[in-house]
Every structure is written in structure tokens, then in C-alpha cells.
């Protein structure tokens, strides 16, 4: 595959869009999500957005690959570049993993998106799936701090210019 000076506009573009969804779904879940007691009638609402965001998430993750492997993009800055940045992909498919199992276990497509009524379960705890979930998103945090402080050494230290291929702009594709 030939290298290219920055990413394909698509790939920039699903880059910023997926970073503020994934943020907004770790601070939905952690903030909103883990601080309401099941008994909440508001939980099911916060609950429709976080489990109908996290299937964006992925689709858009799935279509990000597919054009990611289609296109040309810039060589990784480090060794460990690709290795984190393949382990977000990783990392999503298992947040979504979990969270649809323990969803299913719990019966929340039912009482979220058809309605049915039905109350929540006491607490999500008792379920593997769930607990599981708590640390994929904890890894995950990890992984995006590690990321975002890799890209602003590269920035501001070592001054390559590592944020223009992320960005918008004319793309060339030496041949
Ligand atoms: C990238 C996607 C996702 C991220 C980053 C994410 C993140 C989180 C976080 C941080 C929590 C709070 C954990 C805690 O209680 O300490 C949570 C809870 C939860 N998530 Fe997700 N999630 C994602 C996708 C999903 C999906 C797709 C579903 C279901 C279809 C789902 C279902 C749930 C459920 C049922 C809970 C438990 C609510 C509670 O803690 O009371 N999540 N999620």
C-alpha cells in the first residue's frame, strides 16, 4: 500500500466524529449511566441513547476499517502506533460485545426500544458481561490517553507535524 501525507478526508472525518461519539459514551456511562439507581424512571431514556450510540459507534468503526484498508495513509510514527491503533478496534468491538450481551441478558431490548414496560433488574452487577464492560471502558480510557498524549509529543516536542495528517487539507500520494 502507498503511503500518503494525510488520511483520506473520510478517514479524518469518521476520526473526529468517532473520538466525540466513544468520548460522549464513556462519560454517558460513567457519569449518567453508573450514577442513577435502576429504580430511576429516567434510566431507560439514558439507556435508548447510550445502547443506540454504541451500534453507531460500531457501524461507523466497521466502515472506517473498509475505507482504512482501501486507502492510502501515512506511515506509522512509532513502533507502537499500530498497535494501539489497531487495539481501539479491538477495544470497541469488545465495548459493544459486552454491552449488547448484558443488555440481552437483562431483557433491555424490550423495555428500551419496544416499550414493554417491564422495570430494569435491581442492578446490572450479578451479570459477568456487565462487569466486563466496566473494564474494557477502563482499558479503553487508558488507551485514548496514551494515544492523544503520543500525538501531542509528536506535535509539540519532537514538532513533525503529526496532527496536519488527521486533518483536512490537500493530500498528496507520492506515486
Ligand atoms: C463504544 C461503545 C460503548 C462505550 C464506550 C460504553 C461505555 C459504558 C460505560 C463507561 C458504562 C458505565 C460502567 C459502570 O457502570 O461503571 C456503561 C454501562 C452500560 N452500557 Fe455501555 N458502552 C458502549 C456501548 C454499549 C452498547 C452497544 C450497549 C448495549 C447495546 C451498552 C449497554 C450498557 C449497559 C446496559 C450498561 C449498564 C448501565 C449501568 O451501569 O447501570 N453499552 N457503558
Known amino acids: 500500500m502507498k503511503t500518503a501525507s494525510r488520511y483520506h478526508p473520510v478517514l479524518v472525518a469518521l476520526h473526529w466524529l468517532l473520538a466525540a461519539l466513544i468520548l460522549a459514551a464513556l462519560a454517558v ?7 442513577m439507581p435502576n ?3 429516567g434510566k431507560i431514556g439514558v439507556l435508548r441513547w447510550h445502547m443506540a450510540g454504541g451500534m453507531l459507534i ?3 468503526m466497521f466502515v472506517r476499517f473498509g475505507v482504512r484498508l482501501l486507502t492510502a ?4 510514527a512509532n513502533r507502537l502506533a499500530p498497535i494501539v491503533h489497531y487495539s481501539f478496534y479491538v477495544l470497541v468491538v469488545l465495548m459493544v460485545g459486552t454491552g449488547f450481551a448484558t ?3 437483562a431483557g433491555l431490548p424490550d423495555s428500551v426500544f419496544a416499550g414493554s414496560g417491564a422495570p430494569l433488574p435491581k442492578s446490572f452487577a450479578a451479570y459477568p458481561t456487565w462487569v466486563a464492560h466496566f473494564y474494557v471502558a477502563t482499558l479503553l480510557i ?3 490517553v496514551l494515544h492523544v498524549l503520543a500525538a501531542l509529543y509528536h506535535q509539540f516536542v519532537q514538532r513533525n507535524g503529526l496532527l496536519q495528517q488527521i486533518g483536512f487539507g490537500r493530500r498528496s500520494v507520492p506515486g
Open 58 to 60: 460500531l457501524a461507523l
Open 103 to 105: 443488555a440481552l441478558l
Open 39 to 41: 429504580a430511576d424512571p
Open 142 to 144: 487508558g488507551f485514548i
Open 29 to 35: 456511562g460513567f457519569f449518567g449511566l453508573a450514577a
Open 73 to 76: 495513509r501515512p506511515a506509522p
